[in-house]
């Protein structure tokens, strides 16, 4: 639609790049909106005003805003932390586990969940960890090895606290001993032996099977239809880390609404997307309308109606969300509030499972750095090589397929790779967005 010319005013949840912007922004398809941010979006500007580090995440190279973000508050911490670990009470219960607290007490109750007959059945039918991939594991696990420190923006890079330095993850000490960790649990069968084949008809046919003693969901009762399930907490590792880095920034898609050179009223249209980081804005996107889809209960919150809840029509809860309120339409322009959003990240039990690993969150969690052409030109060559061979090592070391032995050959292919040039650009980014 760009190349050829024929393209609207704006574009609502567009999941624009960074790359997208700087190159639409420097053509002036995208048109710069610092200074009608200024004057027009009193509600956006208050955010970024309150939280310059969505505003340093916001701003291109170029030193312009062309972009009305996807945020998520920074008060609703369910949904920065939006999957967690949970563990199956009754499980414990059955197996006289009193608590689980560390990476060898989550590796004995997963060994007690498989060979100890937890529910009772007098067969060994238990799935001790039900997972999909291994991007979940290693995301939920690794802040008990202090990685990832930075939060879910960056995969690969964080800091080093020993120097102060930006790490590059998969090279480091800590993350072969996560590497280790997770072969045993593999190794032993304590992980789903077949993770990389799973399609996501047969994850929640096991789910529900009641059968798992742990998973890494939203929520198991909203995703699955299962009970009896709590959140765990943040786990302390082998080296005395007890953090709970799978957490998001709360800027969470920067390129979700931008205005075009063809908008003859741009200052309208600020104006108008502006609405949707308001209270009032982001009642209106989230429930819809009172009365019809929601309504305000006595102690002034709000809540889905049965047209909802209980759609005549028979739609499912999602059906009938995806129907009836705007928000289900992808990376949208507005910010989640936990008044508000009534998926399952915002649902009580979610809540509750945030609680205690709130207090081992990062203490700063960057939002996604911006990238000069010439940097991002590396991002996207070596960048993407780097990312492609940590990935297939990750689940080769992890199956077992390649030995821990060559520890030192994988690292030496990465240096071979261009780690140097890799972190010399994210360095740049780095240091603009704390400049920004």
Same mark, same amino acid.
């Given at each position: 639609?760009?190349?050829?010319g $024929?393209?609207?005013?704006?574009?609502?949840?567009s999941?624009?790049? =960074?790359?997208?912007?700087?190159l639409?922004g420097?053509q !002036?398809?995208f048109i710069p %909106?610092n200074d +009608?941010?200024?004057?027009?979006?009193?509600?956006? @500007?208050k955010l970024?005003?309150k939280?310059p580090e969505?505003?340093?995440g916001l701003?291109?190279?170029?030193?312009?805003?062309?972009?009305f973000?996807?945020i998520?508050?920074?008060?609703?911490a369910?949904v920065l932390a939006?999957?967690?670990?949970?563990?199956?009470?009754g499980?414990?219960? =059955?197996l006289?586990?009193?608590?689980i607290?560390t990476?060898?007490?989550?590796?004995a109750?997963?060994k007690?969940? @498989?060979?100890n007959?937890?529910?009772?059945?007098?067969?060994?039918d238990?799935?001790?960890?039900?997972?999909?991939?291994?991007?979940?594991?290693?995301d939920?696990?690794?802040?008990?090895? !202090? %990685?990832?420190?930075r939060g879910?923006?960056h995969q690969?890079?964080?800091?080093?606290? @020993?120097?102060?330095?930006?790490?590059?993850?998969p090279?480091?000490e $800590?993350?072969?001993?996560f590497l280790?960790y997770?072969?045993? +649990?593999?190794?032993?069968?304590l992980i789903?032996?077949?993770?990389?084949?799973?399609?996501s008809?047969?994850?929640?046919a096991? *789910?529900?099977?009641g059968l798992?003693g742990?998973?890494?969901?939203?929520n198991p009762?909203?995703?699955y !239809?299962? $009970?009896?399930y709590?959140?765990?907490?943040?786990?302390e590792?082998?080296?005395g880390?007890?953090?709970?880095?799978?957490?998001?920034s709360? %800027?969470?898609?920067?390129?979700?609404?931008?205005?075009?050179? @063809?908008?003859p009223?741009p200052?309208?249209?600020?104006?108008?997307?502006?609405?949707?980081y308001?209270?009032?804005?982001?009642?209106l996107?989230?429930?819809g309308?009172?009365?019809i889809?929601?309504?305000t209960?006595?102690?002034?919150?709000?809540?889905y109606?049965?047209?909802?809840?209980?759609?005549p029509?028979?739609?499912?809860?999602?059906e009938?969300?995806?129907?009836?309120v705007?928000?289900?339409?992808?990376d949208?322009?507005?910010?989640?509030?936990?008044a508000?959003f009534k998926g399952?990240?915002?649902?009580?039990?979610s809540?509750?499972?945030?609680?205690?690993?709130?207090?081992?969150?990062?203490?700063?969690?960057?939002?996604?750095f911006?990238?000069?052409?010439?940097e991002?030109?590396?991002?996207?060559?070596?960048?993407?090589?780097i990312?492609?061979?940590?990935?297939?090592?990750r *689940?080769?070391?992890?199956?077992?397929n390649a030995?821990?032995?060559d520890w030192?050959?994988?690292v030496?292919?990465?240096?071979?790779? !261009?780690i140097?040039?890799?972190?010399?650009?994210?360095? *740049?980014a780095?240091?603009?967005?704390l400049?920004?």
């Amino acid at each position: 639609m760009i190349v050829s010319g $024929e393209y609207p005013d704006a574009f609502h949840s567009s999941r624009f790049t =960074a790359q997208d912007l700087m190159l639409y922004g420097s053509q !002036g398809i995208f048109i710069p %909106l610092n200074d +009608l941010i200024d004057e027009y979006a009193p509600n956006l @500007k208050k955010l970024l005003d309150k939280h310059p580090e969505i505003k340093s995440g916001l701003t291109m190279p170029d030193g312009n805003i062309y972009s009305f973000p996807l945020i998520y508050d920074p008060e609703f911490a369910s949904v920065l932390a939006a999957r967690k670990l949970w563990i199956s009470k009754g499980f414990v219960e =059955a197996l006289g586990i009193d608590s689980i607290e560390t990476l060898d007490d989550f590796y004995a109750y997963l060994k007690g969940v @498989k060979e100890n007959d937890p529910n009772g059945n007098g067969m060994a039918d238990e799935i001790p960890i039900l997972v999909s991939n291994d991007s979940y594991l290693f995301d939920t696990l690794r802040g008990a090895f !202090g %990685l990832g420190n930075r939060g879910m923006a960056h995969q690969h890079v964080d800091v080093d606290p @020993k120097t102060g330095e930006l790490r590059f993850i998969p090279t480091s000490e $800590e993350y072969k001993a996560f590497l280790q960790y997770l072969n045993k +649990l593999y190794t032993e069968g304590l992980i789903t032996q077949d993770m990389y084949t799973l399609s996501s008809a047969e994850i929640t046919a096991r *789910a529900r099977d009641g059968l798992l003693g742990a998973m890494i969901t939203t929520n198991p009762r909203t995703g699955y !239809g299962v $009970e009896g399930y709590v959140g765990a907490p943040a786990l302390e590792g082998p080296y005395g880390d007890k953090l709970y880095t799978y957490v998001n920034s709360p %800027l969470v898609s920067v390129g979700a609404f931008v205005i075009t050179d @063809k908008n003859p009223h741009p200052e309208a249209t600020v104006r108008w997307i502006d609405h949707f980081y308001s209270d009032e804005g982001a009642r209106l996107f989230f429930m819809g309308v009172e009365g019809i889809t929601y309504t305000t209960l006595e102690d002034g919150s709000v809540d889905y109606t049965d047209l909802i809840y209980n759609n005549p029509n028979g739609m499912s809860f999602t059906e009938a969300v995806s129907t009836y309120v705007p928000y289900r339409n992808g990376d949208y322009p507005a910010i989640v509030k936990e008044a508000y959003f009534k998926g399952s990240e915002g649902q009580p039990d979610s809540i509750a499972a945030t609680v205690p690993l709130e207090p081992y969150f990062p203490e700063v969690i960057w939002p996604p750095f911006s990238f000069t052409e010439a940097e991002m030109d590396i991002m996207s060559s070596i960048g993407a090589d780097i990312d492609s061979y940590v990935k297939e090592m990750r *689940a080769a070391f992890l199956t077992g397929n390649a030995s821990l032995d060559d520890w030192d050959r994988y690292v030496s292919t990465l240096e071979r790779m !261009g780690i140097k040039q890799y972190m010399k650009a994210y360095q *740049a980014a780095y240091e603009r967005y704390l400049n920004q």
